[in-house]
């Protein structure tokens, strides 16, 4: 052999020889070069060779050819030897003597077998049979022989076994089958025939085994497996099956969702591969103490789900023991206690609180039967809770209250699920005392179950009897708003105020839309609880002298009293909108709620309360009906305006995140000079749909919304750091003029916010100028005159514009260092009209001059304004004239002091 042998098969009775025959090929060499295995038949042939990596195949059998070819097809590297030439069996004939073949000896040993068992040749027919298995068939062993089964019965399984048997001749293997049939008496039985080929292929022989009984305990045995899973599965625990290492065997839908795993990915992996480290190392040596003891063992643990979430644990770990009583494993229950945990807690605060309220509080039954009472009560009624416990609630009842009145309460009990109201009680002594009584019913729907509180607050002395009252008669019992009653007399006295003050009032009416569907769906209780909330979310709306209250069952009222403008009561409109964003909590279910607002206003929509509150409804209804916007004046035009407000409000405030403001800029020239002494800073927006817009388009709607002083204080760095730029470029500019609005001279911290920008910039007091108008000046509060007083000390020029010869003002122009006075267009287009203006222009000229102040004006673009320039020349005193040239950009102011860089 020239290839080497390594692992052979060898198919034959003679394994001695081969044993042999191999040694002598390896005399020389070790006898484990090569390994042997031997089959005696070739059932398996085929199988084993497919499972085993054979280079050499001996066969002393006789093999078909149709086996030789599939061998050849199936494993051609296979070196194969044959050694039987008569490759293909014979067929023989029934002419064989049976009796020579089975003899006695061999028959009887047959009919000594107990299970039934046949011989047959290639021609089905049977050549013996023991009378088991002729009794199958009803017939003797004699009626059998030489006779097929197609011949013997017309069963169902005859063309079944025509099928077969033919086919064990030809490949050789043995033969399981399993068959349900029914015998004489109508009994069903499984039956599993063994088939295989015997005397050298010539003959088949079977064996039937009856697995009725066996396949009756596997169907229970499987039955009782499929339900103690779904026992297992339906329990909430978490239960699993670990080996003695440990290991995971198997686990429930629980276990499988805490794990987020399914059961056939965890199968033989540990804890360790699921929790966080120190709560593995935890559960593996409880395993194993469990194992050791061999005891069952219970302790609390905390374990993290798949999600991060941490849990309490009652883990209950139990030995798994075979017959003798040895641990092969455990089972571990997990019970998750951490809402269990939180409800116990719940219920302890819940008790501390009902045992130590300073309230007398009973709990019944539906029945009225008490099942609970705290101490206060027990000590404020007179009886033990021994006692209590064992009566009913109207032993508390007083003579003092007819039956219908206690009647009219269980109606209103069972209507609406709570009362309060007024009432006497009788004490255990008989005394007759007075108390708030608050009865509230608590549904336990799960149990279909109902339970009563009952809290009485004491009202013997009168001083808590008239707050009492006194609440009732203002305050709704249900939110603590004001009531109906309540809000009619504090509107009445708004309005005779807001007439002697000449001053506005606003009422806003909220209603809650859809109000009736939610008590009908969550019945009053759920209602009672969105009222609560609402009247919560709409104190966060309240300033000042603003009054909230509860107008009817699902409407409120907001009175706002000394109304600026209109645009604050659109402002709490939208802040009332904005309370209802967010979703409600109804037992437990989130729910969206929406709201209907209706504004009316004195003294446009009504000068007296029962007209506002009219009106208020009526604009409520057309929201309500309109859904466009998210409130509605009465008087529509004031609805459609706002709206625009709140429009440009929000883009005015995108502006200032954008940067879309900016200056432009207006030269003021020195006539006796004829150079640029400033420039004044004007105010543009440049909006991305509407182009640049003038302030008078935009500030009023900023001084509203709070926009102007970062609107001042943008135009003010803005203003240096171009200052900055033109002072390193050495343009000759003079100063940059500002104008200062009226609020942001009131703010405490205008210096220290003026010294940051001239820090961050770098910009010098010098180079910039404020312009104050004149009638910020004729009203100035302290806070304003200091800021400029402080701002002039700091170097900054100050210009007063509009001038006018007022003395209130004048006394303040030499006491603030005022530099310019500003004389507006309109005088000086008038002054060659009317002589009495000349006459003020000229005293402003002498006034100006006397003080040693200049005096500007705007533009210098016609005859009337350079007639006024000529009461200016520098000859006519120390004041001089400055006028201003067309508004530029800051790119075209830049290129304007270029051009005019050495003049």
Known sequence: MSDPIKNLLYLG????????????????????????FHLVSGVQLCLTLSENNFSHFISERPLNTDIKDKIKADFPLLKTTYLNADDEPKETKLSVDVENIFTDEVKALLESLSIPIYFKNKQAQYLACNHHFSKLLGLSPAQIIGKTFAELSDSPLKDEIEKIDPQMFTDHQVGLHEYRGTNKVGEKHDLLFYNEFTANGKMQSGLIFDITELNKSKYLLEKQRRI???????????????????????????????????????????????????????????????????????????????????????MKKIPVQDKQGDVQGLISVGRNMTEQRKTQKRFEIADAVFENSKESLIVTDEDGRIISANDHACIVFGYSKEQLLAQEINILASETHDGAYYKNIEQLLEADGSW????????????????????????????????????????????????????????????????????????????????????????????IDDFKAINNKYGHNGGNQILKEVARRLKNCLYGKYTLGRFVKDQFIIIIDELASE?????????????????????????????????????DDGIEVAPLFLNAEKAKR??????????????????????????????????????????????????????????QGLLRWHHPKRGILLPEHFLSVAEGSHLLVPIGWKMIRKACLKAVSWENAQFKFGRIAIDLFKIQLSQISFIAELQTILKETGCSTGQLEFLVDKAILCDASADILSNLDNANKMGFTLTVTNFGMAEDVIDLIDRLGVANLKISDPQIKNASGSLANNAQLKSANVFASSLGINILSDTLDNAEQKEFSTFNRPDSGKAKVVVHKKVMSASEATFYLHCNKHR
Not at 449 to 461: C, G, K, Q
Not at 581 to 593: L, R
Request: with cysteine.
């Open 13 to 36: 009775d003679n394994i001695a020889l081969i044993d042999t025959l191999f040694n002598s090929f390896f005399t020389d060499e070790k006898t484990d070069n090569y390994h042997v």
């Open 228 to 314: 103690l899973r779904a026992t297992v599965d339906i329990s909430p625990d978490m239960i699993s099956y670990k080996d003695l290492k440990s290991r995971i065997l198997g686990g429930n839908s629980p276990f499988e969702k805490f794990v987020g795993s399914l059961e056939k990915e965890v199968l033989g992996k540990t804890v360790y591969d699921f929790f966080p480290l120190e709560q593995a190392i935890a559960s593996i040596k409880h395993d194993q103490k469990v194992i050791k003891n061999n005891k069952v063992n219970v302790q609390e643990v905390i374990s993290t789900d798949d999600d991060g979430e941490r849990h309490l644990l009652n």
């Open 420 to 511: 309060q109201g007024d009432i006497t009680y009788r004490t255990k002594i008989g005394d007759v005392c007075h108390a708030w009584l608050e009865a509230y019913e608590v549904q336990h729907t799960q149990e279909n179950r109902v339970e009563r509180v009952y809290s009485y607050t004491d009202l013997t002395h009168f001083q808590v009897t008239d707050k009492k009252i006194s609440f009732l008669s203002k305050q709704d019992p249900l939110t603590g708003l004001h009531n109906r009653i309540s809000l009619f007399s504090r509107l009445e006295d708004r309005l005779t105020r807001a007439n002697y003050q000449h001053s506005a009032v606003a009422v806003i009416l909220v209603d």
């Open 567 to 603: 645009h604050d009561a659109a402002t709490v409109a939208r802040q009332v909108t904005d309370q209802f964003s967010s979703a409600f909590i109804i037992e437990n279910v989130h729910k969206n709620i929406t709201a209907s607002i209706g504004i009316s206003l004195s003294p």
């Open 622 to 679: 057309h929201s309500k009906n309109s859904k466009s916007t998210v409130y509605n004046f009465y008087t529509p035009g004031l609805t459609l305006g706002l709206n625009k407000e709140f429009e440009l409000e929000k883009e005015l405030k995108q502006a200032l995140l954008s940067d879309q403001l900016d200056l432009y800029y207006q030269p003021q020239y020195d006539l006796s000079k004829r150079q640029i002494v400033a420039l």
